[in-house]
């Protein structure tokens, strides 16, 4: 027997009953989905369940060591994230104390480090430069002097009620965190990068102590970086000297952190020492006075008292802080899953959504600003031995002990020491611009997305930059499901493997079949491409042959009525009994004219491939049989659904459609369509194996040889 006949290279056949919906879900009993309670699905205090498990002796003392070291680091990144905000250095304490008490008894991480992070923390602080210009608060009589004690308290109104607004909370109530799954890699990292941009230009102009006017919105770094190039003969020395010394020392010590990590047990905590020396020096040698640098000044002992934010700044504020929490929980949570799957445990994110969100709630009645997480302090967090938010807890005491007792040591810091260590702290966001290189390797429609974000948010600011970045990403999604990349089928001989026509030399098509792919969703948007792209793959119109043929029927019928032409039984060539008629497809779909219908009661079996008696050009159907791959497509909507109909007007042609895991047959196409089983003969048609995708397991149907 050859080896290459068709039993032995489609040996699959299957058998099952008829089924409609009905009676399928007669023979198969369907189950009730258990509900979860309340309690299940919201899990809103995690605490309670880890820490009655909570191996004190195993996991204890390296909670304290890591909780010592990431509170320092707290604390002083505390200081540095307010300059940020444009708010006092004070209120960078409370906002790396307070959210850590509401993340531990509600956050499922066990490892990052909650406070504030510098992109979010310029995100308010773009809002607070908007509602707060210094202009507001001139002195009278005074072109230049500010009201400091006025601007001060109205700064601190916006940004506790930037953070005081609930959205995280109701997001996670309402179980809606898959909505950052559209915030997508590469669009998170054209933001960061941006944001990065944005930190550096504002720290800059302290670093150099140089006056500059607040600025804003679109092209606020262009208006910024020119207000420093105007002033910048202005510059302060000692700040200049100490900004940029600790930058680049911390950025040494840094690199030997990271090149060394396995060899050293804890690592150096190069800001702390920075700023222990820095105020050091600044006090003996009294850099203010002799000098003229600026220094923190007043670090008052203890906390502001609680209370509820301004609420007439709700509707001014609302869409930045939208914006805001969506960009904190997203940084937060995917930095939260490296560490979860690096240590094998799970984050629940909507929980999440509530942790963060009742956190700033709380940061917000203490004037705090927004808090998220940022990767290097969760890295020290993690690297000195964290295993739990113990850590978190004890790094919160060291917080509490610089703002209680040890503030006042700092008053004689420079800004630009804290300022330079924010944009030391930069580096791996800016390396994110080393990913640009591969993306474009890899798909460059990523690389747009990141270009594209990018450059907006650097250009529009970071609001309008991340709502312009997320358009543009939803357009590529448009634009690569409207213009899908469609192709056609061939069979590499002596196998059963079917390949793109247009990728090898020795393939070729089945004859008398067509197999057409289509990668991407079929929808409204991209089916008139699609029908165009089939139109040209299989070489004819099937509603113009339809046309055609009713047109030449008519001819016929008039000339056997007439007596000139005399009907004999011939073969048709190929009978779709498996379609719906002619005359049922045609009048629902509304594409063939009243008369243009062959006379129903002339039976008339012609077979197109030979000479016409009547002269009518018919296009030639040189196919016999069309499959459409459809592994790639994840859905199909009513347009689409309706547009299929039409593929085959009028039957010229078998007709099959392959889904992965699943497929249509004849029958159970012809039941989605209303047709009588009755209808279908699926004797006709075998089953094989065809490896087209080499992900998904599909099945085509084919005629029996």
């Known amino acids: 027997m050859d080896a290459h006949s068709p039993e032995n290279l489609y040996p699959y056949t299957v058998s099952r009953p008829i089924y409609s919906n009905p009676t399928f879900e007669e023979d198969n009993e369907r189950q009730a989905r258990e509900e979860r309670t309340l309690r299940e699905r919201l899990s809103l205090f995690p605490v309670i369940d880890w820490l009655s498990r909570y191996p004190i002796r195993e996991w204890l003392p390296s909670d304290v060591i890591s909780g010592v070291s990431t509170g320092l680091v707290c604390s002083l990144q505390g200081l540095a994230y307010a300059l940020l905000v444009s708010v006092a250095p004070v209120y960078g304490l409370y906002s790396a104390f307070f959210p850590i008490l509401t993340y531990f008894l509600l956050g499922t991480s066990r490892h990052i480090s909650v406070g504030p992070f510098p992109v979010t923390c310029l995100m308010v602080g773009s809002v607070v430069l908007t509602l707060a210009p210094d202009d507001h608060f001139l ?32 997001m996670g109530l309402l179980q809606v965190g898959f909505l950052v799954r ?12 941006a944001a990065a941009f944005h930190v550096l230009i504002s720290q800059l102009k302290i670093v150099l102590s140089v006056p500059t006017n607040n ?16 002033n910048i003969r202005q510059t302060n020395r000692a700040d200049l000297v100490a900004g940029l010394l600790t930058i680049v020392i911390v950025m040494a010590v840094k690199e030997v952190n990271s090149k060394f990590r396995h060899k050293i047990p804890v690592p150096i905590p190069i800001e702390v020492i920075v700023t222990v020396v820095a105020a050091g020096i600044s006090y003996a040698t009294e850099l203010e006075s002799r000098y003229g640098a600026s220094i923190v000044h007043s670090i008052p002992r203890g906390f502001a008292p609680a209370q509820p934010p301004n609420t007439e700044l709700l509707w001014n504020i609302l869409g ?28 629940d994110g909507n929980q999440e959504l509530i942790a963060f969100g009742f956190s700033n709630v709380f940061c917000g009645c203490f004037s705090g600003f927004v808090a998220s997480t940022a990767l290097s302090r ?19 005491v060291m917080v509490m002990i610089v703002i209680l007792a040890l503030g006042n040591l700092l008053e004689p810091l420079q800004k630009s020491v804290l300022a330079a260590i924010v944009i030391a702290n930069l580096k791996g966001m800016f390396m994110q611009v080393t990913e640009v290189p591969t993306l474009w390797r890899q798909n460059r429609a990523d690389c747009f997305i990141w270009l594209a974000t990018c450059l907006a948010s650097v250009v529009l600011g970071l609001d309008v930059g991340l709502l312009a970045g997320l358009v543009f990403e939803m357009g590529t999604v448009v634009v690569r499901t409207q213009f899908p990349a469609c192709s056609t089928l061939g069979n590499i001989p002596g196998t059963n493997i079917y390949r793109n026509m247009k990728d090898y030399k020795n393939i070729a098509e089945v004859p008398g079949i067509k197999i057409f792919k289509c990668n991407a969703p079929i929808y409204f948007a991209n089916i008139d491409y699609f029908k165009e792209r089939l139109r040209v793959t299989v070489g004819f119109d099937s509603v113009r042959v339809f046309k055609k043929r009713n047109k030449a029927l008519k001819k016929i019928h008039k000339l056997i009525k007439k007596g000139k032409l005399r009907a004999t039984e011939v073969s048709l060539g190929v009978d779709n009994k498996g379609f719906e008629s002619e005359q049922d497809s045609g009048r629902e779909s509304g594409q063939v004219e009243d008369g243009d219908w062959p006379v129903p009661e002339v039976e008339v079996r012609v077979d197109w491939a030979l000479e016409l008696p009547v002269r009518v050009s018919v296009p030639k159907v040189q ?17 689409a659904v309706k547009s299929l109909r039409l593929v085959d007007e009028g039957g010229q042609f078998f007709f099959f459609i392959a889904w992965p895991y699943y497929y249509y047959s004849i029958l159970d196409y012809c039941h ?13 048609f075998r089953l094989h194996d065809t490896n087209i995708s080499p ?11």
């Open 139 to 170: 002195l009278p009589g005074n072109g230049t002097g500010v009201n400091g004690t006025e601007a001060d308290g109205i700064v601190v109104d916006v940004e506790a009620m930037e953070v005081f607004l609930p959205i995280q909370v109701v």
């Open 182 to 193: 559209y915030l997508s890699d590469p669009l998170v990292g054209g933001f960061t990068t």
């Open 215 to 230: 600025h804003s919105g679109c092209f606020s770094i262009l208006y910024t970086l020119i207000d420093v190039f105007t």
């Open 320 to 347: 930045s802080s939208f914006s805001t929490a969506v960009v904190g929980y997203a940084v937060a949570v995917s930095v939260a899953k490296v560490y979860a799957a690096k240590h094998d445990y799970t984050i």
């Open 378 to 396: 969760t890295a020290v967090q993690e690297s000195t031995g964290g295993k739990s938010q113990v850590a978190g807890i004890i790094s919160a």
């Open 623 to 639: 196919i016999h049989s069309l499959v459409l791959d459809f592994s790639a497509v994840s859905f199909l909507d009513v347009v």
């Open 672 to 684: 989605s369509y209303s047709i009588h089983p009755a209808q279908c003969n699926i004797d006709k």
């Open 695 to 705: 992900t998904p397991i599909m099945r085509l149907l084919q005629p029996s040889l």
